[in-house]
């Protein structure tokens, strides 16, 4: 399958700082990136998609101003999470979708963010 | 809102096949069906989509209702680590995550 990463990993900040999340598509190009975030014991929560070359769309409850995501390349979207607080604490996964006949989502491993 | 419905949970014994159901009766007409995994901590694993006809490969089967307002994902000889949260979605636009089916698997 088609191969998504994710960086960093895992990341600590504190209250009032922004953090940067990546994702890149290794191996296919993507115009199409999806944001998710995962609070424990919970399921996935799409909050937006990022397209190529345009705004990204975002679902509803989610502030856009806060959740500021680029997708400059066909490879590389990010998600910066802007003047973070603990509630924002929460699992960050990434999705890439491959073009064709059959298209398919690809996730990334996550990114583990921690505001303290 | 998620459009499929899922058990919660499922148990199985390990190396007997394991049948996971899920319910989409709102589906259109050219809306894939997607199964994806999730282990702790990880992102979700793609497993096997289909359209209409039922697909195999190396991970599952995937058998849709002649209707598609249903399908269930086979997995034929279950290990230990087939043990995870197994997503059933449909669409191909944007994948929208229900609960999912939480399963276990027995030594």
């Known amino acids: 399958g088609a191969v998504v990463s994710q960086h960093p990993s895992r990341v600590i900040c504190k209250s009032g700082t922004s953090v940067k999340i990546e994702c890149r598509s290794l191996d296919f190009q993507a115009t199409t990136m999806f944001w998710y975030r995962q609070f424990p014991k919970q399921s996935l929560m799409l909050m937006a998609t990022s397209n190529e070359g345009s705004k990204a769309t975002y679902e509803q409850g989610v502030e856009k101003d806060k959740f500021l995501i680029n997708h400059a390349s066909l490879t590389l979207s990010t998600l910066t999470v802007t003047s973070a607080h603990p509630e924002d604490s929460s699992f960050y996964i990434c999705s890439a979708r491959t073009s064709g006949v059959q298209e398919t989502q690809y996730f990334g491993p996550g990114t583990r963010l921690l505001v303290l | 809102d998620a459009k499929t419905t899922q058990p919660n949970s499922m148990e199985s014994n390990e190396e007997e096949p394991v049948h996971l159901p899920c319910n989409h009766s709102t589906i259109s007409g050219t809306d894939y069906i997607h199964w994806y995994r999730q282990l702790p901590s990880q992102g979700p694993e793609y497993v096997i989509h289909?359209?209409?006809s039922n697909v195999n490969n190396r991970m599952a089967s995937l058998a849709i209702a002649e209707d598609r307002k249903s399908s269930t994902l086979i997995l034929h000889r279950a290990t230990l680590r087939d043990a995870a949260v197994y997503y059933c979605n449909q669409g191909a636009q944007k994948l929208v995550f229900g609960q999912g089916t939480r399963l276990t698997i027995n030594p």
């Open positions: 289909g359209l209409t």
